[in-house]
């Protein structure tokens, strides 16, 4: 059985902080990466993507990646109000047009 | 931007009815699928479809679900007879041909509510 697993929160930070969110995978094999955003009542939002080791960086956000201890996380550099939200991480084992599991995902809010 | 676009946006119907919920996909992409998430749970796939056949399809996906590319624009899954627990968000989704990274686009959803 393919697993994602986060930390379900809520995690708090003060406005413009910088806000960690982290996820495990269970298969080693994993190939691809994502994290969403889904605000309350709507549907995931793709906010990154990555799939080889290391860091990738869009605007406030930055993916990290390490398969070997099978761990990928996300930051988000100045945090807003706006960032409130549920992160969902989202692991594709084959890559490709493979299907994604997702995590149960991890709600963030942002204090003003 | 291109966007994924589902009807209804809220579905209400009687236990044992059939329903059909329908998703147009961006127009360039080649894969699609259909996810749910129960309230409350994470999201959980149902089925993927390419070239006009399902590629693959959860547990979950069981005799009562179907889909089906009508035309060159809309991707539909229905459910024959419904059952309380098929009360979910449900989300389309579609992506490019990819190899290693690709990247699946969701609609905003469909709220089925089964009483």
């Known amino acids: 059985q393919k697993e994602v697993e986060q930390n379900s929160g809520p995690l708090s930070v003060p406005e413009g902080a910088i806000a960690s969110l982290n996820c495990t995978y269970s298969d080693r094999g994993s190939q691809s990466f994502f994290w969403y955003r889904q605000y309350s009542g709507k549907s995931p939002e793709l906010i990154m993507s990555?799939?080889?080791?290391g860091d990738k960086e869009d605007g406030r956000f930055t993916a990290q990646l390490n398969k070997a201890s099978q761990y990928v996380s996300l930051l988000i550099r100045d945090s807003q109000p706006s960032d409130s939200a549920t992160y969902l991480c989202?692991?594709?084992?084959?890559?490709?047009?493979?299907?994604?599991?997702f995590g149960k995902g991890t709600r963030l809010s942002v204090i003003a | 931007e291109p966007e994924v676009t589902q009807t209804p946006s809220h579905q209400v119907t009687q236990m044992g009815q059939e329903v059909i919920l329908r998703c147009v996909p961006i127009s360039n992409h080649l894969y699609f699928y259909w996810y749910r998430q129960i309230l409350g749970q994470k999201v959980e796939f149902l089925v993927s479809f390419y070239n006009n056949e399902i590629s693959e399809k959860s547990e979950i996906f069981d005799d009562q679900f179907s889909v089906e590319r009508p035309d060159g624009s809309n991707f539909t899954l229905k459910i024959r007879s419904t059952k309380l627990e098929d009360s979910a968000m449900y989300f389309c989704a579609s992506s490019h041909r990819g190899v290693l990274l690709t990247e699946a686009f969701f609609g905003q959803g469909t709220r089925l509510t089964v009483v």
């Open positions: 989202a692991v594709s084992f084959l890559g490709g047009n493979t299907p994604l599991v």
């Open positions: 990555i799939y080889s080791n």
